[in-house]
């Protein structure tokens, strides 16, 4: 596990302000130098680009860079194209007719799973608990957010940075959450080319979750309906509770916790 060592900022967005401005704004937050392209020779960096912010790792084998797309790419042909309530997820949270939980998703990451739950219709609550990959959800939100078919979607997420088991404990999260939603980083998941960027990078900056247990125990006292774990399809179930029900794609794996107070 690796930090970030800079903020980068490219030459053309150097030559804005505003872009210049938010650049120190997020070095500044991240404790971290504001470097020209130049100046940085290997390792992670934040790279503020005229466009967007995106996780590069410099080195000589590097994959691509990671950004939030919640337009364009993966995430803008499941908005358009996606299925609905058959998706696993769905039935997992417990979308159906007339029933759309508010969700928390309590580790948020990219925010792909967050933006399919948002299009089916349910208010999702963010916690990422990484100032970094916060500031890259942050950025995607904001870009989305001006597009005009994305921004109906959009509008109905929300996030917030910090650890989730303090954030469900502190704030009471739970009496805004019908469902709490949960993917922890585990080893070898999906292995989509797509996935596979990113894990690389998001392990190179994260590592995994040993803490899991300890978020599914808060979650569980939080949500009022349930909780969702979203699981490599063979791998064991977080250490807890057996899960009351389990939905199980080609590759993924639903184990839900009914919480009995529901
Ligand atoms: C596998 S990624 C989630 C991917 C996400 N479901 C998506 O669709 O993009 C796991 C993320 O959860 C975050 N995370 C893990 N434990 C957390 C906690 N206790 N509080 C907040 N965020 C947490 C990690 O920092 C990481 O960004």
């Known amino acids: 596990m690796s930090a970030i060592v800079a903020v980068v900022i490219e030459e053309r967005a150097a030559a804005d302000a505003i872009r210049l401005a938010q650049a120190r704004q997020l070095a500044q937050q991240l404790a971290l130098p504001l470097v020209g392209p130049a100046e940085v020779g290997t390792g992670l960096v934040l790279v503020v680009t005229a466009a967007r912010l995106e996780l590069r790792l410099l080195a000589a084998d590097a994959p691509g860079p990671v950004y939030v797309d919640f337009v364009g790419g993966a995430m803008g042909h499941r908005r358009k194209f996606g299925g609905g309530r058959g998706q696993l997820i ?4 417990g979308v159906k007719k007339g029933v ?5 998703d309590a580790t948020a990451g990219l925010g792909r799973d967050a933006f399919v739950l948002a299009n089916l219709g349910c208010r999702v609550t963010m916690l990422e608990r990484s100032p970094v990959v916060g ?6 939100l904001v870009r ?4 005009e078919e994305a921004a109906d979607v959009i509008e109905r997420l929300s996030l917030q940075i910090g650890d989730a088991r303090q954030v469900l404990e502190a704030e009471r999260q739970g009496a ?6 949960l993917d922890p980083m585990f080893p070898q998941r999906d292995k989509s080319a ?14 995994s979750d040993p803490d899991a247990p300890a978020l599914l125990e808060a979650a569980l006292k939080a949500a009022r309906k349930r909780v969702v774990v979203k699981r490599p399809r063979k791998a064991a179930p977080v250490d807890g509770p057996e899960p009351g029900l389990v939905f199980e794609g080609k590759s993924t794996r639903f184990d839900v ?5 529901s």
């Open 176 to 181: 805004l959450a019908d469902v709490v939603y």
């Open 257 to 261: 916790y009914l919480c009995p107070k």
């Open 194 to 207: 797509l996935v596979k960027k990113e894990m690389r990078l998001f392990k190179a900056l994260l590592g």
């Open 135 to 140: 500031a890259l959800l942050h950025d995607g």
């Open 144 to 147: 989305a957010s001006s597009d």
């Open 100 to 104: 759309i939980p508010a969700v928390v």
């Open 90 to 93: 769905a039935k997992a949270v």
